[in-house]
């Protein structure tokens, strides 16, 4: 956009080198129209790339994910400018050696009468004109504060992982029963191609899960972002009403990053420190019981369930040394009838096979048969195990989970139509005032909901910074603290726009949200220092007087660079913004639709009410007598 403006300025040159009795050069041409908008250029550029700079400095899966933009954004600016600094002059004296005067394009030609009577009138009614700006701005930046917060939009994979869990204990033999019956109604689902399942976990795998708990991969058919947002909410409903089993339902990259952050494929994780199990597992009731009475929750489960059924064998020392019975024989009668133990090899040709023994499945699927596993005792006799031990259910700990060297209990929790930050401000305040502290423990809470606004503060504090820089430039550039105000007081009427954009996309604000809401900052300023570069040229280099005439004339002159400009974001955004949804839109989908909308408040404001507020409230007289020059 940079060269561009350049050549803007040279043709405008051009025309005013035509009409004297002694043309200059060309290269006086192109010097002289370098010159005028080089200060204005080089400070906006480093504007606009400062404020993409707190981009760089978030940390955690933000960073990762907006740190490239902030870079791309960033080197693409300062290679404009460089490029419109050297490269473009250059060509421009090469290629358009014959300067002569250049017509306005038939649209300017229409468009600049037009807005010129524009000015003059709206200048009569500049009060009005204020007060509804104001007026927008306040019910823009209320409806900001109330739109919701999402760490990452929802993202459109093609596919889905469904999670399910069953009472502990449960066994594989129920939960691929289950699975099959939930593939059944997985697959009537209108849009979804195909399903599988696996439960339980390998015999050498690292994970740490029972033959409770089952996973689903749901892969799509070809479908657009809204198709596949309803089949999830048909999956969810689904999963809500079938019995027996607690699930969650999210798309590969959004569980990735849930686990990332948390450990768990939830957003929302309450971890419980401490040393006493029992006092662990009461306090984790007490807070899931707290989530799910809070509007808005989803999926609340308690990660490590107290109890699993468990059959236990104890062996009875005094009945052991009667029968002359050892434990090593007990325990590997109990591990060949149940796990199978190798007992030799059978060689058949060039091949051989190993020969296990174990007992048959349906002796092996009946508890009360263990009672009745024949033992060998010393007199080479045959006696039944319950008459050496005893065998009785009971109750124990699945898992004991760690972290840090402590024991740890966690509660997850799934967040649907309702505000993150609003939900964790109510879990917090709740869980503070309900749960009394016990002793020894602890309570944290992490997830998505907590990097959202660890990332938000983050930004917010660099942004407090980059903008410290930017008014610095501004004032470098404009030479004036009034006209540095009167730039920052016209930001809040450029994002009515952006803010319009969002509540009619129906999009949370997530932090490629937050990116567009900065872009539109870096417009603002930019298109700002132009057009106050360009009166300051006029009052100085053309002598003229600081009056409405001028105004509209500045004005005039500069409304081809400002639209040229604002079109060219525009289109560039456009097939971002057009049907966002859609995957692989999801993240930059918003952020472009937000500039598409704040570009036109922002242009028309640029256009209409920063040349009234600079010929009302501008200081130009007091830089002419001072003979400033940008």
Avoid at 381 to 396: F, P, S, V
Avoid at 488 to 503: K, R, Y
Avoid at 573 to 597: F, K, Q, T, V, Y
Wanted: net charge neutral.
């Amino acid at each position: 956009m940079m060269p561009l403006l350049i050549l803007k300025t040279f043709f405008a040159v051009c025309a005013k080198n035509a009409l004297k009795s002694e043309p200059l050069p060309s290269e006086h041409v192109v010097y002289s129209a370098s010159l005028e908008v080089r200060s204005s250029v080089v400070y906006a550029s480093f504007i606009v790339a400062l404020v993409f700079t707190p981009l760089l400095t978030l940390s955690g899966v933000a960073g990762r994910l907006f740190a490239p933009l902030g870079y791309s954004y960033i080197l693409a600016i300062l290679i404009s400018l460089l490029t419109a600094l050297s490269l473009t002059p250059a060509l421009a004296k090469a290629l358009l050696a014959q300067c002569k005067a250049v017509n306005e394009p038939p649209l300017t030609q229409w468009l600049l009468p037009i807005y010129s009577r524009f000015l003059v009138t709206t200048n009569r009614y500049f009060v009005w004109l204020i007060s509804a700006c104001v007026m927008a701005s306040a019910l823009a930046l209320i409806k900001l504060s109330e739109l919701p917060s999402q760490f990452l939009p929802e993202l459109r994979e093609g596919h889905y992982i469904v999670h399910t869990t069953s009472a502990p204990g449960t066994s594989l033999t129920e939960s691929i029963r289950i699975g099959q019956q939930l593939t059944q109604h997985f697959l009537a689902i209108p849009g979804v191609e195909s399903v599988s399942q696996w439960a339980g976990r390998a015999g050498r795998g690292a994970d740490t899960y029972g033959s409770h708990y089952s996973e689903f991969e749901v892969r799509l058919k070809q479908l657009t972002g809204h198709e596949q947002h309803a089949v999830l909410e048909q999956i969810r409903a689904l999963l809500n009403d079938f019995p027996g089993i607690s699930s969650e339902a999210n798309t590969f990259l959004t569980e990735r990053i849930d686990e990332t952050i948390s450990g768990y494929t939830a957003p929302v994780a309450i971890n419980i420190f401490g040393n006493d199990l029992a006092q662990l597992d009461q306090q984790a009731e007490s807070v899931a019981n707290i989530v799910r009475s809070i509007k808005g929750s989803s999926n609340v489960q308690v990660r490590s369930t107290p109890t699993a059924p468990l059959l236990a064998v104890n062996l009875k020392s005094d009945a052991m040394n009667f029968w002359q019975v050892s434990s090593t024989e007990v325990f590997s009668v109990l591990q060949a009838a149940f796990e199978a133990r190798n007992i030799g090899l059978i060689q058949t040709g060039t091949e051989s096979y190993g020969v296990s023994v174990t007992l048959a499945p349906e002796f092996s699927q009946e508890p009360t048969f263990l009672k009745k596993l024949p033992i060998r005792s010393e007199p080479n006799k045959l006696i039944e195990l319950a008459q050496i031990a005893d065998i009785q259910n009971t109750n124990t700990r699945y898992a004991i989970l760690h972290e840090g060297g402590q024991r740890r209990q966690t509660v997850t929790s799934h967040v649907l139509n309702r505000d993150l930050d609003d939900f964790m401000q109510e879990l917090r305040q709740r869980i503070l005032t309900e749960i009394a502290p016990a002793q020894n423990t602890v309570i944290k809470f992490t997830g998505a909901a907590i990097e959202q606004a660890e990332a938000r503060q983050q930004l917010i504090i660099q942004a407090l910074l980059a903008g410290a820089g930017v008014l610095m430039l501004s004032y470098l550039a404009m030479q004036s603290l009034r006209h540095v105000m009167i730039t920052l007081a016209n930001l809040p009427f450029a994002l009515i726009g952006g803010i319009l954009a969002v509540l009619l996309t129906d999009t949370a604000l997530s932090v490629g949200a937050v990116v567009g809401f900065i872009t539109l900052f870096g417009i603002t300023a930019r298109n700002s220092i132009m057009l106050i570069a360009h009166y300051r040229y006029l009052l100085i280099e053309e002598k003229r007087l600081w009056n409405l005439e001028t105004m509209v004339l500045g004005a005039g002159q500069r409304l081809p660079s400002i639209v040229m400009t604002a079109l060219v974001t525009a289109l560039a955004m456009l097939p971002i913004a057009l049907n966002s949804d859609n995957p692989g839109r999801e993240i930059m989908g918003p952020m472009a639709s937000i500039i598409i909308g704040g570009l036109l408040s922002s242009t028309l404001l640029n256009l209409l009410l920063l040349p009234m507020l600079l010929l009302r409230f501008g200081d130009f007289h007091k830089l002419a007598k001072r003979n400033v020059v940008l």
